[in-house]
């Protein structure tokens, strides 16, 4: 091949390679301004909101509501401390406190009792002949399709003093007056282990369908356990789907406000009550608005722990 000949290819080449290179970034700015319309309406409408949400943890409350337009960190003072209206002595704000123990405590039972019922849950439906999962799986996203408040409602009928459970317990004869479970705490656990369990069932069921049984066989063979091979088999390969349900069921039950305000008769207050009341009554609007932005920490924290135990989990298959 003649060097001229070479040379022609050479440059017939480079000229293709920018040819491709220049459409292909044409494609990208194209894409970019398609997304443009998507991105203004997140913008406007997620972050926009939690921008003025921030701005009023930086302002004065107004006397009858709303905000006075001067920067103040009273706000965020008052997530943690109270100042005396007599002599502005400043103390922990144990109510505030004791609102946020009972919060994440509520919250962590919740989760731990729909892992409890949710894991054998899921894995009763991944064993199920595939022609029936479908038919479980919509049983169980079936409470979905009914609204929060009715079946919050529910529970309150089966739980109260002459509820259904009451009821079938002192006609069976095991007790002889009602057991006192509304408006307490054991209410408020129950009733968002019952709410949430579907979003604890429905990841957990996506790990375990995946998971490859011939393991489980094998630690039969080699004459492992119930239990050993349950947590030294199945919980280690389903892990992504159990922290994945937990997070699905912690957050929103750390946030939870329809639940607490019904089942708890507002005696048991959590974070999202403390919010409402804030707004509220309480007429504190840059106290509610950091209250906000605290549990919207505490949401992203979860987030982020989920994310990286996640990544840990692939970078050590990988």
């Known amino acids: 091949m003649s060097p001229d000949h070479k040379d022609t290819l050479v440059k017939s080449s480079t000229r293709h390679t920018r040819a491709f290179k220049a459409s292909r970034k044409r494609q990208l700015q194209n894409n970019l301004l398609l997304c443009v319309p998507a991105l203004l309406v997140l913008a406007l409408a997620a ?27 009273e706000g965020w003072f008052e997530v943690f401390l109270k100042r ?3 002599d502005g002595t400043v103390s922990i704000a144990d109510a505030h406190l004791s609102i946020f123990w009972r919060s994440f405590k509520l919250s962590i039972q919740s989760t ?17 002949p595939a022609a029936t999962r479908n038919l479980w799986l919509f049983l169980i996203t079936i409470p979905f399709w009914t609204n929060l408040l009715i079946r919050t409602f529910a529970i309150m009928q089966l739980i109260r ?9 002192i006609g069976f004869g095991v007790i002889d007056t009602p057991i006192e479970m509304l408006y307490t705490e054991f209410s408020i656990m129950l009733g968002m282990t019952y709410v949430y369990l579907p979003l604890m069932v429905l990841p957990l069921y996506a790990s375990i369908e995946k ?11 080699l004459y492992a356990g119930r239990l050993k091979v349950l947590f030294r088999i199945i919980v280690p390969l389903v892990k992504p789907g159990i922290v994945a349900g937990c997070i699905l069921v912690f957050i929103p039950s750390l946030g939870a406000y329809v639940t607490p305000r019904v089942l708890g008769g507002g005696k048991n207050l959590m974070l999202g009550n403390l919010i409402e009341l804030q707004f509220g009554q309480g007429r504190n609007w840059p106290l509610g608005a950091a209250l906000s932005i605290t549990l919207l920490c505490v949401v992203m924290i979860s987030l982020l722990f989920y994310v990286r135990s996640t990544q840990r989990k692939e970078a050590d298959r990988g």
């Open 47 to 73: 972050v926009g909101p939690l921008l003025i949400v921030l701005v009023y943890t930086f302002l004065e409350a107004g006397p009858y509501g709303g905000v006075v337009w001067q920067w103040s960190f």
């Open 84 to 86: 005396d209206i007599f």
């Open 112 to 128: 731990l009792l729909a892992l409890v019922l949710g894991f054998p849950t899921a894995y009763f439906i991944a064993t199920r």
């Open 161 to 169: 003093d002459q509820g259904i459970l009451n009821t079938l317990l």
């Open 211 to 221: 998971l490859d049984f011939r393991l489980v066989e094998a630690a039969y063979d």
